[in-house]
């Protein structure tokens, strides 16, 4: 199964400013309610503490870049990228150059290029590896950073390794300031900077990790349930889909109990915490519902009808919804997964979380690389378009349809009755490691389902396998992927256009706040 985190997106979290002055002194300003706000930052600890809050969460295995500038003398800090730390040293000098390069010349087609650079390396000890040992293990890598933003003429002011709870400046070997033994970092949240920060309304969002918890599929023991639902709901769905009389019929029935499960989540009672958000999300969604919704969407035109479910009161439901499918896409149907993290991408990116918007959608493209959607979509969110010209493509293909009575969360269709609204098979919380099921040679499961009849292409258009024929005739249950083509839907042509339009081409990967996995 293909493992969404293996290839993650930006981690920029927009232009928080901040004067700064040579050497290892910044000032950062936020704006709020009352008089202006100053935060200066003067020594390595300061810096340590604010790396957080440039990007709207703590960072783990990570190499981060804060590009700092100039503007009307005074300087601030500018665009952030950020990239996992590859496993193996030798792919270190890639990885530098990548992400120096990604991140100045993406400021560069901005008109902000950077005059300096803070690098921050955040890595947890190995076992029974200790935090400094993980500071000299990663200084050639720091090293390797410097010479990098010393090609660009782009001089690193300071360089930081954040671990086991401390910090040691590679910059820096005043015993008074930074001593061997590093220095501890102070409590989250403490600061004068964090204190400036909640004033200013920033958040920071815990680790990485967690937020993609959210859209990672559950392999627990309710996944063998899950994937048996999906063999099973492949079956029939993936051929009505390959007859255009069928196809019709899937979309809207899909459409249908997409509306139906969201008018669900809107009337559950609230709980509290993020885990348990998600936990009543999955029980309140059946095996068979998440099965038919998740194949039904593996359609181009369904997916995009789905996609208008992007602002107002659908918009909350409507990314619940897609988390809870992505958590589905379980065992063999990873791939799958890059339809509900697209829109899930796309709908925190309309709603203003670009964070979020940026992980889903890289997770979508770990799952299926080739997904034109979710690769427009992660560059227009790296590139810093405004989603408004998406939003109006999709707005105008609604209204063409007349759709003013496809509200998702009311109106339209009634909402489900009594027989309807509990989910005859909930999704379980996790309760350890899934068991295996008996396979024959054939792939076939020993139940007589089949192994993987899926749903399964490349954007653009239908990711639809046909079924294979033997020579003798006889079709089996499951389906054979195949590749197949269609138009670019009109919500895609607008991103490729604006997309463009900021001079950077469709495949382009290393941007400012990109992010790449080596």
């Given amino acids: 199964m293909t493992n969404h985190s293996e290839t993650t997106g930006s981690s920029e979290n927009g232009d928080i400013p901040g004067p700064v002055k040579p050497g290892r002194t910044a000032r950062t300003r936020y704006d709020g309610p009352g008089d202006e706000h100053q935060v200066t930052l003067r020594t390595p600890a300061e810096l340590a503490d604010a790396l957080p809050y440039l990007l709207g969460y ?10 700092l500038r100039d503007r009307g003398g005074r300087g601030r800090f500018g665009g952030r990228a950020r990239l996992g730390i590859p496993a193996n040293a030798d792919d270190w000098t890639g990885a530098a150059g990548q992400l120096v390069h990604g991140l100045v010349t993406g400021s560069e087609r901005r008109g902000v290029r950077p005059e300096q650079m803070v690098a921050y390396l955040c890595q947890e000890p190995a076992r029974g590896e200790t935090g400094r040992e993980v500071m000299e ?60 920060a909640t004033y200013a309304g920033i958040q920071v969002r815990g680790s990485l990790s967690e937020l993609r918890a959210r859209l990672l599929p559950r392999e627990n023991a309710a996944a063998l349930d899950q994937e048996a639902a999906l063999d099973a709901a492949a079956v029939t769905v993936v051929s009505r889909i390959l007859d255009d009389a069928g196809r019709s019929e899937v979309a809207e029935e899909t459409l249908d109990l997409a ?19 998600d936990l009543r999300d999955d029980q309140l969604l059946g095996h068979d519902e998440a099965a038919a919704l998740i194949l039904g969407l593996q359609d181009r035109t369904t997916r995009d009808r789905a996609a208008e479910w992007m602002e ?29 993290l697209t829109l899930a991408g ?8 670009e964070l979020e918007a940026r992980e889903a959608l890289a997770m979508a493209l770990g799952a299926d690389p080739d997904y034109l959607f979710a690769r427009l979509l992660h560059q227009a969110c790296n590139e810093g378009l405004d989603p408004e010209s998406v939003r109006r493509c999709l707005r105008a293909e609604r209204g063409g349809r007349g759709g003013g009575g496809d509200d998702a969360t009311g109106g339209g269709e009634q909402a489900d009755g009594p027989a309807q609204r509990r989910p005859a098979e909930p999704w379980s919380a996790p309760q350890g490691s899934p068991g295996r099921r008996r396979r024959t040679r054939s792939g076939v ?74």
């Fill in 58 to 67: 703590r960072p783990e295995d990570s190499i981060v870049l804060a590009a």
């Fill in 137 to 196: 293990r990663l200084r050639p890598l720091a090293q390797k950073l410097r010479v990098e933003c010393g090609a660009l003429d782009v001089p690193v002011v300071e360089a930081l390794c954040i671990s086991a709870g401390r910090f040691w400046s590679y910059c820096c070997d005043e015993e008074a300031c930074c001593p061997a033994e590093g220095v501890p970092m102070g409590m989250p949240g403490t600061s004068v900077l964090a204190a400036a």
């Fill in 259 to 277: 509306r139906r499960v969201m008018r669900r989540l809107t009337d559950a009672p609230p709980v509290s915490g993020v885990p348990a958000e």
């Fill in 312 to 340: 107002g009161d659908e918009a909350g439901p409507a990314l619940r919804l897609w988390r809870a499918l992505a958590r589905r896409c379980v065992r063999s149907y990873g791939e799958h997964a890059a339809a509900p």
């Fill in 346 to 353: 796309w709908v925190a990116w309309s709603v203003g979380d």
């Fill in 445 to 518: 499961p020993a139940d007589g389902a089949p192994r993987r009849a899926r749903a399964q292409g490349r954007e653009p258009g239908a990711r639809i396998g046909r079924p294979r024929t033997p020579a003798g005739g006889e079709r089996p249950g499951g389906v054979r992927p195949a590749r197949t083509r269609s138009h670019v839907s009109g919500a895609q042509a607008t991103v490729r256009k604006e997309t463009c339009a900021e001079g950077a081409g469709a495949g382009e990967r290393a941007t400012e706040g990109g992010e790449e996995r080596a």
